[in-house]
T-cell receptor, first 114, second 113 residues
Framework: KAGVTQTPRYLIKTRGQQVTLSCSPI?????VSWYQQTPGQGLQFLFE???????NKGNFPGRFSGRQFSNSRSEMNVSTLELGDSALYLC?????????????FGPGTRLTVL | GENVEQHPSTLSVQEGDSAVIKCTYS??????FPWYKQELGKGPQLIID?????GEKKDQRIAVTLNKTAKHFSLHITETQPEDSAVYFC????????????FGQGTELSVKP
């Protein structure tokens, strides 16, 4: 069974731009969570989607948004990029019901903001 | 807010020795505690997990123990090998916050041959 895939793997943007990252979960998984990983803050939860609905949200500004499609694929968007948004963005999928917490991560998208 | 503290931040052992990483959590409602291994350039990989109705779980050279009263859990790796070198993260599931996973800060384990 294929794992979680994320595209693109690397991105370079400049301040003020916006970016869209994509995540395809493991087949059959209906929940997708997004995390930001930085050396200083570690792994921080952004949001979780289940059946196209945002089920949970972390403490990030409104510039960070996401959505989930009917095939469970998810995208996250960051608008008006800041230097501090440079990070590894990780997507994790899970079955979503009765298996809360058993999350499987993709390789991440490395975003660099110049 | 709720948090997970992880120690040590770095750990260096000789091949064949044991390694222990400890975490404490603050939310008494947490009932699921996974451990992840992250190698350079890769996403975290789930290596073992434990639920609050179990005190210990073992999978070959890896074991996890949980003390719910003290709100701490530990990862034990025996007979360490160079390929165990990676960053390890503990996490706790916050059931009363919609099932959010909160991660520790990570432990960089180095196994010297």
């Amino acid at each position: 069974k294929a794992g979680v895939t994320q595209t693109p793997r690397y991105l370079i943007k400049t301040r003020g731009q916006q970016v869209t990252l994509s995540c395809s979960p493991i087949s059959g998984h209906r929940s997708v969570s997004w995390y930001q990983q930085t050396p200083g803050q570690g792994l921080q939860f952004l949001f979780e989607y289940f059946s196209e609905t945002q089920r949970n949200k972390g403490n990030f500004p409104g510039r960070f948004s996401g959505r989930q499609f009917s095939n469970s694929r998810s995208e996250m968007n960051v608008s008006t990029l800041e230097l501090g948004d440079s990070a590894l963005y990780l997507c994790a999928s899970s079955l979503g019901i009765g298996h809360r917490g058993e999350q499987f991560f993709g390789p991440g998208t490395r975003l660099t903001v110049l | 807010g709720e948090n997970v503290e992880q120690h040590p931040s770095t750990l260096s052992v000789q091949e064949g020795d044991s390694a222990v990483i400890k975490c404490t959590y603050s939310d008494s409602a947490s009932n699921y505690f996974p451990w992840y291994k992250q190698e350079l350039g890769k996403g975290p990989q789930l290596i073992i997990d434990i639920r609050s109705n179990v005190g210990e779980k073992k999978d070959q050279r890896i074991a996890v123990t949980l003390n719910k009263t003290a709100k701490h859990f530990s990862l034990h790796i025996t007979e360490t090998q160079p390929e165990d070198s990676a960053v390890y993260f503990c996490a706790a599931l916050l059931e009363n916050q919609g099932g959010k996973l909160i991660f520790g800060q990570g432990t960089e384990l180095s196994v010297k041959p």
